[in-house]
């Protein structure tokens, strides 16, 4: 078996990665990861995304504002659990952003999108947030990492309103009904350790319903170390990924690696 992975959603700037970044990359190439997107998920971390593709060819840059950290319209962190990190970004960002995607032509866009659960309160900042990064993958030609969370029917409005050319709903937890829509609006689906939990039904109905040509894989690390995994969860456990989808789609191991690899090129494009 040959093994060529490519996790399509991580964080290795995140401090519980970043300042062991060497081990971290010689244990995901010798558990066969071959290539990683580096998503940002702030303006803070962007510096960093871009220092670690500089110095690794095998990390894919993306960068963006994550939901979570999108500015209420009174100022305040959109986080209430966690108002006392500062660094919350408003999405008025986004100038910063498209300067930095047009000086790195080789980088994707997120992570964005929606994430409607109840804590948090900048509903409307964040859909123009979302809106804003994928009106620049069009205008730019980039893929985009898209992060939803019980926002499906407006994620799917706002795909339509502003279609961008590669959309890749990462940690796909979605209703499987919607797999087919969401494909004609240009989406890929990735599918983090989650799918090895019994007790996750919906999200491994979803990864039933996707598509061959659509499906990837990711860690999502540092978080959701996969069942027997230490924290935090970083690449080189991708294969616990693989061996969990593999089973529940009644595929090989083998064929899969394949396909996933070949779908993260089509969404990031190939080296
Ligand atoms: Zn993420």
Redesign the pocket.
């Known amino acids: 078996m040959v093994m060529k992975l490519f996790d399509a959603?991580c964080?290795l700037q995140d401090d519980a990665l970043f300042p062991a970044i060497g081990s971290v990359l010689a244990r995901a190439a010798a558990a066969g990861v071959e290539r990683m997107a580096c998503?940002g998920?702030r303006s803070k971390d962007w510096n960093r995304i871009f220092q670690l593709s500089e110095s690794y060819p095998q990390i894919f840059p993306m960068i963006g504002t994550h939901p979570w950290f999108v500015k209420g319209r009174d100022g305040s962190p959109s986080r209430p659990d966690n108002a006392a990190r500062p660094a919350v970004e408003p999405y008025q960002d986004i100038q910063t952003l498209e300067n930095l995607l047009r000086a790195h032509p080789e980088a994707g866009i997120g992570?964005t999108g929606l994430d409607f659960q109840e804590r948090f309160t900048n509903r409307a900042e964040q859909e123009a947030s979302f809106a804003a990064h994928l009106d620049l993958a069009r205008e730019l030609n980039r893929s985009v990492a898209v992060?939803c969370v019980h926002a499906w029917g407006r994620l799917i409005e706002i795909l339509r309103a502003y279609p961008a050319p590669r959309v890749l709903l990462?940690a796909f937890g979605g209703p499987a009904e919607l797999v087919p829509e969401l494909v004609t609006l240009n989406c890929w689906f990735s599918f983090c350790g989650a799918v090895a939990n019994p007790r996750a039904k919906r999200v491994r109905a979803a990864a039933v319903a996707v598509p061959e040509d659509r499906l990837l894989i990711e860690t999502?690390s540092p978080d959701f170390a996969p069942a027997n995994c230490a924290m935090p969860n970083e690449p080189a456990n991708l294969i616990h990924v693989i061996n969990a989808l593999s089973e529940l789609r009644g595929t090989t191991v083998d064929s899969m690696i394949r396909y996933t690899f070949s779908n993260a090129e089509s969404v990031f494009g190939a080296i």
């Open positions: 959603h964080h998503c998920t992570e992060h990462h999502d």
